[in-house]
């Protein structure tokens, strides 16, 4: 018998994705000046206020009010009828230095040495429903709403929209896990006032219907679109109406959206959020180099589905577990032609893979002001790409220009460094593949 499973997104726009974009829109301007910056920054939004409290080490200053309303006014909270906008909100800083137990325990003399800034444990997972190996629910639901966004901020058509927005698909799998089609879509997209609600819900249905799920569809391999079987459920702005949004409607925390940053509720999640976090906290690091691992694996071919799972003691360079399944997946051999079990599979992944948080670090480049793209519809499944950024310090990785007359530093970053496949080919040698 088939079953259902389902996966919610959220935009730019909902409060706590808000508050996820300011607290690593500061993260990454500490970094501009000092990249060994340790950052712990959380931030809570409401109604015409942001409050941002946390730890911070760093070398350098950073003007929080500008960074704040920068990041505000790029979500596109620009209006004052939204009753939270970038030019008129307070904003209170309580950010303090971090303490010295925590900082004792994650620097050391030699870089290699670094111990994880905290305890816990952190997963990867991977899979082939969808090309970027993820969830078929939590990517198309991320989808969505990525296109709704480039619609609103085109401008061309569905004027009405606003910033806030959610998304939700259901997908019918059988029982030996093939998606089989796509079961129910729910959007629910703030929007100006309407004369009638009637008049609403009939407008922002069609254009749902005519605008943004054919430019969906336009992004989606063969396989995927032909899961849209025209007998589906879709659900639009079921409560009947969607002006009051945002900050103004509900508050927003950092880290409260911790599924919709992952796989949706697919594998697991080790409970530690990601946004306004520098890389010496494995919650975020450690996650990273988990995801890494398991689309490598399902590319490499070791198997068609993973989760990976690795756990630390705080100010431990050294991993104390690594564990992994393959849900009956695996179609790895020995030398004898035994399948290998998860453990074996384990067992070779560490000697593959150097899991100290100073490595992590240094192998996707997580010392640079590359953050902020991770706040909004996942940390996984995008595009890897390089990008130049301006730097407020000078070192071997930087460049030096001079733009109106003004001499400024330049570097190249990698961006989502961890969907890079560039273990697959050390993996198949290391599985006889």
């Not at 946004?275 to 070791?302: F, P, Q």
């Amino acid at each position: 018998m088939s079953f259902l499973f389902t996966s919610e997104s959220v935009s730019e726009g909902h409060p706590d994705k808000v508050a996820d974009q300011i607290s690593d829109s500061l993260l990454d301007e500490f970094l501009r000046f000092d990249p060994s910056s340790k950052v712990a920054c959380e931030t809570m939004v409401t109604t015409g206020l942001v409050v941002c409290a946390g730890e911070v080490k760093t070398t350098g200053y950073v003007e929080i009010q500008n960074i704040v309303r920068k990041a505000i006014k790029e979500i596109g909270y620009t209006k004052a009828e939204y009753q939270f906008d970038f030019n008129s909100c307070g904003i209170l800083s309580a950010i303090h230095e971090q303490s010295q137990d925590i900082n004792q325990g994650v620097e050391r003399t030699k870089e290699e040495e670094q111990g994880a800034g905290d305890q816990g444990m952190m997963f990867g997972y991977a899979c082939t429903e969808m090309d970027n190996y993820m969830p078929m629910p939590i990517e198309l639901s991320h989808i969505l709403l990525q296109e709704l966004a480039a619609i609103r901020k085109e401008g061309k058509k569905m004027k009405y929209l606003r910033p806030d927005a959610k998304s939700q698909v259901t997908i019918e799998y059988a029982d030996n896990g093939k998606p089989l089609k796509i079961d129910t879509i729910v959007i629910s997209t703030q929007h100006d006032d309407f004369d009638t609600e009637e008049k609403m819900q009939e407008v922002i249905r069609k254009d749902i219907e005519a605008i943004l799920l054919p430019r969906v569809k336009k992004t989606l391999p063969d396989r995927v679109k032909r899961l849209f079987k025209g007998d589906y459920r879709l659900f639009v702005n079921p409560t009947g109406k969607f002006v009051i949004g945002g900050p103004h409607g509900d508050s927003g925390l950092t880290g409260r959206k911790i599924i919709v940053d992952t796989y949706g509720g697919r594998g697991a999640h080790g409970g530690g959020a990601f946004s306004g976090k520098d890389s010496s906290k494995v919650d975020r690091s450690a996650a990273y180099a988990m995801r890494h691992i398991a689309k490598n694996l399902v590319a490499a071919g070791v198997t068609d589905e993973v989760l990976v799972q690795v756990a630390y003691a705080i100010g431990v360079a050294e991993p104390v577990g690594l564990f992994v399944n393959t849900y009956g997946k695996a179609k790895v051999k020995d030398a004898n032609g035994k399948k290998l079990s998860d453990g074996e599979i384990a067992n070779r992944l560490k000697e593959i893979f150097d899991l100290r948080p100073f490595a992590i670090v240094k192998r996707f480049g997580l010392q640079n002001p590359i953050f902020v793209p991770t706040a909004t519809y996942g940390h996984f499944g995008r595009d890897y790409f390089t990008k130049e950024v301006e730097v407020f310090y000078k070192d071997k990785t930087t460049r030096e220009k001079t733009i109106n007359g003004v001499k400024k530093n330049f570097k190249d970053v990698e961006f989502f460094a961890w969907e890079k496949l560039d273990y697959v080919d050390q993996i198949k040698k290391a599985f006889g593949l």
